[in-house]
């Protein structure tokens, strides 16, 4: 089954796709591969044309296999090194940064005691928050229609919708909230996905209030299609992946969505593998001194750097656009994304059931957590969708086909 697919009925079903397989994973309709075989004399020496005689290859295309060639060998030489990195029966080891970050490869569950909406019970959790200075992890319950908040103590409380679990579109409702935000105050902003809205909830209240979006789907710069992250800038305003409208808006701090509209800063364009274009952006990070987004590209399979303002913003960051797979070089459904303090990427790489660390300047993506096929074991994920740290830089994955948060220990 597809990562990403809430729907209002509650059933699983392919988005933005042709058809699904009899197992779940979805492929657009009429897919298929073309390619040219070459043997290796004809690469280094001759091409063969019919009726003409042998020429030549020409230089550019020499050098060009060569390249391939050469990144062929050092994705080879990568594989190799990080087998015997990890090779070691309970860490990973990770060169980045100052020193070397490690990772038990075994999860303690903090949250979700099975499938459920009891208070320590969670139902398909997607976004997680870490908030960083009361270090408060928010989650987004998203089948139960809440928000929950857990304690440093491990005390558990609903932040945002009813603690039933029941989901509506009244202000003291959500409807499969996707993704959350928090100050240090422990106000919440809550990504209503089936409201089309963004709902703040004050500490303890009893009810949200609209700030932004007007609760219809549409294109329009006061409108929302299926919101999926929210965050505030230093300046309090408010930044939404607004998915299936192909951009990243931002909201001004007056939260009126009366009179209030979106400003794009990124997209816009339509969905497409263009430099100007988002395809269902699903998450992002933003560095805001550097004017910076990291954006989760769901469906081209990538994580695109897009930086504000220049003309042609769109730089690939990982993943191989429009290819998924499961190399180290690829990523199949991208959801949740963040950095840490020394600039390394973290990516949920949902349908491949990891997660997915990129090195600052390296394409090369080394798993930190999960085996890369769907279990409940604890060194296992199914569909995570979204990663978090706490000031220590243990790991927390929303675990979310296993309804339950795992915490992978920093060993230092």
């Not at 349908?351 to 993506?365: A, D, E, L, T, Y």
Request: charged share 20%.
């Amino acid at each position: 089954m597809n990562c990403f697919q809430f729907s209002h009925s509650n059933t699983f079903k392919c988005r933005h796709k042709d058809y699904c397989r009899n197992e779940g994973s979805c492929f657009p309709d009429n897919f298929y591969a073309k390619g040219i075989v070459l043997t290796f004399n004809d690469i280094l020496r001759y091409e063969i044309r019919r009726f003409r005689t042998r020429v030549e290859q020409p230089m550019s295309i020499k050098i060009s296999i060569f390249i391939t060639m050469f990144m062929f060998g050092l994705g080879f030489i990568h594989e190799i090194l990080s087998y015997l990195t990890f090779r070691r029966k309970n860490s990973r080891k990770v060169g980045c940064g100052p020193g070397n970050l490690k990772w038990s490869t075994t999860a303690t569950t903090i949250i979700g005691n099975g499938y459920g909406s009891g208070f320590n019970q969670l139902s398909l959790p997607t976004g997680l928050f870490m908030e960083p200075k009361t270090q408060i992890l928010y989650v987004s319950d998203n089948y139960n229609n809440r928000i929950q908040k857990r304690y440093p103590n491990g005390e558990i409380k609903t932040a945002a919708g009813q603690a039933d679990g029941t989901g509506g579109t009244t202000p003291n409702t959500l409807s499969n909230p996707v993704d959350a935000f928090a100050d240090e105050n422990e106000n919440v902003f809550v990504a209503d996905w089936n409201n089309q809205r963004i709902q703040f909830w004050k500490k303890n209240a009893k009810t949200g209030k609209t700030i932004a979006g007007n609760g219809s789907r549409g294109e329009a710069l006061n409108e929302f299609s299926y919101p999926s992250t929210v965050l505030l800038d230093s300046k309090k305003n408010i930044i939404v992946a607004d998915t299936q409208n192909q951009r990243i808006t931002r909201w001004s701090s007056v939260y009126d969505p009366k009179t209030s509209t979106g400003t794009i800063m990124a997209g816009g364009n339509g969905g497409g593998l263009n430099p100007d274009q988002l395809n269902n952006p699903f998450s992002f990070y933003y560095d805001e001194p550097n004017q910076i987004f990291y954006i989760s590209n769901h469906d081209s399979h990538s994580i695109t750097q897009w930086f504000i303002g220049d003309y042609e913003p769109h730089y690939i960051y990982a993943g191989i656009p429009g290819r998924y797979g499961n190399s180290s070089a690829q990523l199949f459904y991208p959801e949740g994304i963040t950095l840490d303090k020394y600039g390394n990427l973290y990516v949920s790489d949902c349908q491949n059931h990891r997660i997915q660390m990129f090195c600052p300047n390296s394409v090369f993506g080394i798993t930190i957590a999960g085996t890369g096929q769907p279990g409940n074991g604890s060194n296992e994920l199914t569909y995570p969708s979204d990663v978090a740290f706490d000031s220590e830089l243990n790991l927390y994955v929303s675990d979310t086909f296993n309804s339950r948060i795992q915490k992978f220990q920093r060993i230092q």
